[in-house]
């Protein structure tokens, strides 16, 4: 279907957003990311091909593309936050806290109508001040976001138990992975929780 679209509309966006949408659902991620590259050439305006797009990136760890397309989705969407986070998660990623920072501080300001991914912002924040190693504020920004909903959050969970741990207090550190495997369980956690450190 995807490819009968795209022979018979190729210059239609929506026959390779389709396409790409298909793929992606079929667990072919890597074919999707070129149907959406393909949707973006032709339109630029629709965030949600984008998002699908950056969250490929992000799944195969491709931080250098996903770098590249977050900064392009930036300037295509000023306003979506989104944008923002996925630049910020692959700025980290690739050694770059303070910019990480400096575009979450900017999408934090976006959040008000969606907690979630306020949730999220935050994680992504403490995880580039831990990449800092100022244990400290990561702490406090995982602690600022706990009364939010940060204590139903298990990757906010986790990233906190890890802060804790590399600022040496132990204890406090399992008892946050636990709270993180009692939501999802991984075999990363179970290692964190018996180890007793990261």
């Known amino acids: 279907l995807g490819a009968t679209l795209e022979s018979t509309h190729p210059e239609d966006p929506k026959a390779w957003s389709l396409s790409g949408d298909l793929l992606y659902h079929a667990n072919r991620p890597a074919e999707a990311l070129e149907k959406y590259r393909r949707c973006i050439s032709l339109n630029p305006k629709v965030f949600s091909v984008w998002d699908n797009a950056l969250t490929i990136l992000q799944d195969q760890k491709n931080y250098p593309d996903m770098l590249k397309l977050g900064e392009q989705a930036m300037d ?38 969606n907690p979630a991914l306020a949730l999220d912002i935050a994680d992504a924040a403490g995880l580039a001040l831990c990449r800092k190693k100022d244990y400290p504020a ?33 204890d406090r550190a399992i008892e946050q992975w636990k709270k993180a495997a009692a939501i999802r369980r991984s075999p990363g956690l179970e290692r964190k929780i018996a180890d007793g450190k990261m």
């Open 76 to 113: 295509a969407f000023p306003n979506q936050p989104r944008a923002y986070y996925y630049y910020a998660v692959a700025a980290t990623e690739l050694g770059k806290p303070d910019d990480a920072l400096s575009q979450l501080d900017q999408a934090v300001l976006m959040t008000a109508a």
């Open 138 to 170: 990561a702490i406090a920004r995982f602690e600022q976001a706990l009364p939010k909903g940060g204590d139903k959050h298990p990757g906010l969970l986790e990233h906190y138990g890890d802060a804790l741990s590399l600022a040496g207090q132990r």
